[in-house]
């Protein structure tokens, strides 16, 4: 089925809530420029869920397979995905989006401070458009770091493979990466702090990213 066919009459305002996404994250990435060393953001991607994506989606919740259920039941028809170089960065730019008068955060996951069991780390702000053509529109923004998300783009695959031959050695292998990926953020972000901001040798205040400087 095509998008036209599904989504008939409220594509068009849906391309323009998805249009209005990226132009929000323009800001963000306006507003960042700071002389920063290293961009908050590296890049943004938006889409609008395949009929066949949103419908198997349905499916699997136990809605109606319907373009009515998929606007009323599924915040992440329309997506905009935000690539963030450090885990800070990802929680700052979350911190600007939830005080955007353009849309209402209905529900946060966070999964970084609680990964799935596959080890898919990101963070999800589920938001309904209040404003122009698109006002009442859900849409999904997904925040996560470049290494996530280039993991994520791989172990995607898996979801539209029929057969895979090795899979339960394919995904633990997934896991181990995702957790070494966490680690890596991690590093990096202490060490973008040690850079930045300057480190007193004489700090005792438990800070967890210590076993850092003692490796
Ligand atoms: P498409 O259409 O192929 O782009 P949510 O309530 O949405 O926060 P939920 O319901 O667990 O969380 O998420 P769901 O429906 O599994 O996934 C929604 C979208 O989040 C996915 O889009 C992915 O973009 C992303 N996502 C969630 N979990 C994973 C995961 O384990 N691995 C990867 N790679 N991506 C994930 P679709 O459905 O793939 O959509």
């Not at 929680?91 to 799935?116: C, G, N, T």
């Not at 993991?151 to 031959?165: D, G, M, N, S, V």
């Not at 997934?174 to 890596?184: G, N, W």
Request: glycine content about 4%.
């Amino acid at each position: 089925m095509t998008f036209e066919e599904f989504y008939a009459e409220q594509l068009p305002a849906m391309k323009s809530a998805e249009e209005m996404l990226l132009r929000i994250a323009d800001q963000y990435v306006l507003a960042a420029e700071d002389g920063r060393m290293i961009q908050p953001v590296i890049y943004c991607t938006s889409r609008i869920k395949s009929p066949d994506s949103a419908l198997q989606k349905l499916e699997r919740c136990g809605w109606e397979k319907n373009r009515s259920a998929a606007l009323t039941e599924l915040y992440d028809i329309i997506g905009l995905r935000i690539v963030c170089s450090f885990i800070d960065d990802v929680y700052q730019v979350s911190d600007w989006l939830k005080a955007r008068p353009e849309f209402e955060v209905d529900e946060i996951k966070d999964y970084i401070a609680f990964p799935k069991p596959n080890g898919y780390r990101s963070l999800h702000l589920k938001v309904r458009i209040r404003e122009g053509p698109s006002s009442g529109f859900r849409a999904e923004i997904q925040i996560r770091t470049i290494a996530i998300d280039f993991w994520a783009t791989l172990e995607h695959q898996l979801k539209y493979k029929q057969e895979i031959e090795h899979e339960t050695l394919i995904r633990k292998e997934l896991k181990r990466c995702a957790d070494e990926i966490a680690s890596v953020d991690l590093s990096m972000q202490t060490i973008r702090d040690l850079i930045c901001d300057g480190w007193s040798m004489d700090r005792k205040d438990g800070n967890p990213r210590d076993s850092l400087l003692r490796v």
